[in-house]
C-alpha cells in the first residue's frame, strides 16, 4: 500500500495485463488500462487528494444518496466518498484481478445500510456494488457509479444509447424524450436518463461500451464553462477533457429495501476500437 503526500492511502495493481490504481478512501478507483489499450478513466491535474475532500475524477461512490442528501444534513452524494473503505477481497488470476471492498453505516437513521464493492480488473473493467439493509426499518437508498471518462475534446465526442428514453433534465426539471441518436455536447449537460443500457461513448481518446445490470438510470454530466469556476478540485478548462457517464440508481430510479433485503447494480466498461483505428 502506498500513500500520497498528504496521506491518502492507495492500492497500486501492477498485473502483466493492466494496472490501476484504487484509493481506500471511497474505494475510488481513479486510474485503469488495460495492456495496449487507452486510459479509461479521467483524474483532474488540478486534484490534491486531501484526505476527507472528494476525489475529483476516476470512479466517485455515490452512496447511500445521489445528490443533495434527502435529510438535508449530509454531504451532496452521500457518505462513502470520503470515508474508508475496508478490503475484503483480492485475488489475481493470468488474466484478471479482483479486489473487493466494503462499508458500513454504523450511525444516524442509516445505519444498518451497508455496501460492498467488487472491482473485477481484465481487459475490460467491471463493478460490482451491493447494498444492504442489515437493520430492522425499510431504507431507501440511492446510488451511483460516478464514472469520469477522458476525452481528448468533449466537443468531439459522441454517445449513443439515450435515443427514446425518457430524461429529467437536473438544470430545468423539465422531463422529457430522447430524440437524438447520438448525444454530442457544446453546453453544460446534467440529466438522469431512466431505462436500461448499453450505451457507446466514442471520443478521440477513448471508444467504450457500458453495461450495466439492476440499474435503471443514468446521469449524463459535463459542467461546461460556468459551472467549471465553481467546482472544487477541477481546472477551468477541464471540462473539454472529460464526460461523466454514470451507472445509478437515482431520481425515480432509487431503491426500497426491506429489512434483510440486498440490491445489486453491476456495470461493465470494455473498450471498442478508436474510431480513427485502422
Ligand atoms: O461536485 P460534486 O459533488 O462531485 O458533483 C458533481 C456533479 O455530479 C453529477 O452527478 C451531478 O449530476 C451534478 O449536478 C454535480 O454537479
Not at 266 to 271: D, G, I, L, Q, T
Request: net charge negative; charged share 15%.
Amino acid at each position: 500500500m502506498a500513500h500520497t503526500a498528504s496521506g491518502l492511502r492507495y492500492f497500486e495493481v501492477q498485473h502483466p495485463l493492466l494496472s490501476a490504481r484504487i484509493f481506500e478512501q471511497g474505494a475510488q478507483l481513479v486510474q485503469f488500462q488495460s495492456v495496449g489499450k487507452p486510459p479509461m478513466l479521467w483524474v483532474s491535474e488540478a486534484e490534491p487528494f486531501k484526505p476527507g475532500a472528494a476525489i475529483r475524477g476516476g470512479i466517485p461512490v455515490c452512496w447511500p444518496w445521489f445528490g443533495p442528501d434527502p435529510q438535508g444534513i449530509g454531504p451532496a452524494h452521500g457518505l462513502a466518498r470520503t470515508q474508508t473503505w475496508q478490503l475484503y477481497l483480492a485475488q489475481q488470476t493470468d488474466s484478471s484481478v479482483c479486489l473487493g471492498f466494503r462499508f458500513q453505516i454504523t450511525e444516524s437513521s442509516m445505519a444498518g445500510l451497508g455496501a460492498e464493492l467488487v472491482f473485477e480488473l481484465s481487459d475490460r473493467l467491471r463493478l460490482t456494488l451491493i447494498t444492504h439493509n442489515r437493520s430492522e426499518k425499510r431504507l431507501t437508498f440511492s446510488s451511483a457509479l460516478h464514472s469520469y471518462f477522458p476525452v481528448g475534446d468533449i466537443r468531439q465526442a459522441l454517445l449513443s444509447g439515450a435515443a427514446g428514453r425518457q430524461y429529467t433534465d437536473s438544470l430545468s426539471s423539465a422531463q422529457s424524450t430522447e430524440s437524438e441518436q447520438q448525444l454530442v455536447f457544446d453546453q453544460e449537460v446534467d440529466r438522469i436518463y431512466y431505462g436500461s443500457s448499453p450505451w457507446q461513448l466514442c471520443s478521440p481518446t477513448l471508444c467504450l461500451n457500458i453495461e450495466s445490470e439492476g440499474s435503471g438510470s443514468t446521469v449524463v454530466w459535463n459542467p461546461w464553462i460556468e459551472k467549471s469556476a465553481r467546482l472544487s478540485h477541477f481546472n477551468p478548462d477541464d471540462y473539454l477533457r472529460m464526460l461523466c457517464v454514470e451507472t445509478a440508481n437515482c431520481g425515480a430510479d432509487s431503491r426500497l429495501l426491506e429489512p434483510g433485503q440486498q440490491h445489486v447494480m453491476a456495470v461493465e466498461y470494455s473498450y471498442l476500437p478508436l474510431a480513427n483505428s485502422p
